[in-house]
């Protein structure tokens, strides 16, 4: 990961985006060439809108946050939400939302 990718990494794990384990504890390793599912990118979009809103103990975390997301039409397509996403295309993503 080049220097200006960790650095937007380092910044949505500050930010509460990114980098929490399942339990909501903080991660202790972000491994940038690992993958996420496109509903853990949902959450994060989610958070970066929403805020911590959408946060959830329930079985499926990811599902109020793609709701909410749904529901303002940020996405459509929710078929696929268990395909795999790397975190480097995750964080440029959120990159060029900027």
Known sequence: MDSETQQYAVKACQLGLMGLKGDGT?????NANDTITKAQFATILSRL???NTNNSTDACRYCKHVDA???HGIIKVTTDLLDPLQRSVAMIMLMRIQ
């Open 26 to 30: 903080v991660a202790s390793t972000f």
């Open 69 to 71: 997301l749904k529901a």
């Open 49 to 51: 809108v929403y805020g």
